[in-house]
């Protein structure tokens, strides 16, 4: 399928071509524009689907174990444990973790570092089976909206107190980090969701997802950020209406392979949250854990004590 990046350049292109050679081209050079054009759509399909493939959108096979972990925000007891479950499972376990590694809360000392500088070591050494994906306060840090809470601009307090060279670090680690993990059998996590239906009108939502850049966020209205982007939606949403979940599952499963439920963290709630068959939030205090091979088409299929578990 031909997408509207592709048309655009290709527009553009023969309007050059034309201005180039101006009007009464002869059969050879109209014959030649022809042809050219055909190579070059070509190339930026091919250039596009392998610049796109993988890039935001991290897809697992139908074989294995994944356990999903919801906001750590700088707890580094929560961390501790969940890499010690991780690298206590088998060889084929997929760690996804679900965003906001930042920012602590009252009640437990902040180490947002200590978390983040383990985290990358984690990354780098398990590439394939650990999938930390961003949240709404790395994304502050990379063209997003700064971030509050409790009367103080935590983006701002954080980075204060770090060295330059360590910002630079965690700002590398955040912009190479994906949104969304799609499973070979039907479900998509993300940090937050649904991806709204007004925002998806149409579009090829996996490719869109893959080509997004975090930059550029920082200045536009965030309300507009939060409701119109396909980020923002990823990063902020709150509202799991269900026309929005259909829609947004149904975007995902347009590559054939069929998505039936949605998992985020990002919103507080008392151990974990089923909204509508098709919607799961879950907070610290629990976690996911998932056969791959296992077909599961609501949320209502999961368990307490075998899928959703107390940590
Ligand atoms: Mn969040």
Known sequence: MMNDRIKKI?????????????????????????????????????????????????????????????????????????KEIFLGSGKDCYLVLLGDYIHGSPG??????????????LKKRYRKRVIPLLGDHEHSYIGGPNVSKHGVNQTLAFE???????????????????????????????HSGPVRAVVINEVDLIYETNMIDYDDFADIDPYEF???????????????NQEDARAFLDALSQDG???????????????????GGNQLILS????????????????????????????
């Not at 392979?257 to 998992?263: G, I, Q, S």
């Open 108 to 121: 437990y000392q902040d180490e947002s570092e200590k978390v983040l500088d383990d985290l990358i070591k």
């Open 160 to 190: 204060y107190r770090l060295s330059p060279d360590k910002m630079k670090k965690y700002r590398e680690f955040f912009r190479s980090l994906p949104l969304l993990v799609k499973t070979d059998n039907g479900i998509a996590i993300s």
């Open 226 to 240: 939060r409701d119109n982007t396909i980020l923002g939606n990823l990063l902020w949403n709150r509202n799991y």
């Open 10 to 82: 290709e527009k553009r292109y023969k309007k050059e071509l034309n201005a180039l050679l101006g009007e009464g081209k002869t059969l050879l050079q109209q014959e030649l524009i022809k042809r050219l054009e055909s190579v070059l759509v070509d190339c930026l399909a091919e250039n596009n689907e392998a610049a796109a493939k993988d890039r935001r959108v991290v897809s697992l096979p139908r074989k294995g174990n994944l356990k999903v972990f919801a906001d750590i925000h700088g707890n580094w007891k929560d961390y501790s444990r969940i």
């Open 284 to 311: 610290p205090s629990c976690f996911l854990e998932i056969d791959l091979s296992e077909r599961i088409k609501s949320v209502e299929q999961f368990k307490r004590g075998m899928h959703i578990k107390k940590f």
């Open 257 to 275: 392979n069929k998505c039936f439920l949605a998992v985020y963290g990002h919103t507080p709630v008392d151990g974990y949250r089923m909204v």
